[in-house]
């Protein structure tokens, strides 16, 4: 099985390994992001699919220096793992309505967590209603208490200095969209826009076809190795408050690049009025 085999899925494949006999634990992976676009409760969803939510589930209370969207409580996301039926052992699959941007973060935190066969249904719930497969109004019935036991660090991460370092030793990469990059003037007693000085823009949305499935691994090879990233060089990435940088995390294992995330990412860089920001459209 291919790197990128053991990270996404296809909606068929999936449909098929939930009819079989031993179906992955299945997650929808709620957020505010696309909540907007529909509220939760009138979505449909995959059939047995399990709630979760982005914010209050993978990731902790924030704020300040700690970013926007903290690594939750290794403890407390035991129990609610356990919850969902995920057991030792236990092949886990997340998706989203919004492309895997949101549910990218579940599959890292889970990762970072130890579960180690976590893949993210390629295009989200967008590539299950294009090849025609059920969907469900309700949630279904939780599964069976899992026994999974869970402990933190299993993927790498980086912290502020490291960030700052990696944008001039080797290749960091911002992946919020270009505007929030370039950034700008803000009204007085605002944190600052702009990104980490080095740093250079790749959009994850870039990353996706029309059809919010992930460019095919020779495409993404051309993507990065575009930026320098390549294995002469390492490579990290943040956004603004390390969601839709596991994206381009996750992108990067598809072809065997493995990336640190910086969780705190902008919204815990720029909280730190000592940190140095660039701004426009170059890294600086």
Known sequence: MSARDKLLISAVQLAAELAGEAPPI?????SPDSDAVLPRDQRLRIPGAVDTDLANDFAAPGGGRLGSRPLPDIVELQEKAQAWGIGQGRQVVVYDHDGGLQ???AWWTLRWAGVAQVRLLNGGFAAWQAAGLA???????????GDVVLSAGHLPQLNAAQSLQLARDGVLLDTRIRP?????????????????????S?????????DQTFFG???LRARFTALDVDDSHPVGVYC?????????ILALACIGVQAPLYVGSWSAWSADPELPVAQGSQPG
């Open 103 to 105: 549910a990218a973060r």
């Open 135 to 145: 969907t469900a109004q309700a949630p279904g019935a939780l599964p069976v208490r």
């Open 217 to 219: 691994n020779a495409q």
């Open 26 to 30: 299945l997650l929808v992976v709620h």
């Open 202 to 210: 790749l959009p994850a949305a870039d990353l996706l076809q029309a």
């Open 180 to 200: 929030n990059y370039q950034g700008g003037p803000v009204p007085a007693g605002q944190a600052p826009r702009g990104h980490i000085p080095g740093a250079i």
């Open 240 to 248: 603004g408050a390390g969601v839709s940088a596991a994206h381009v």
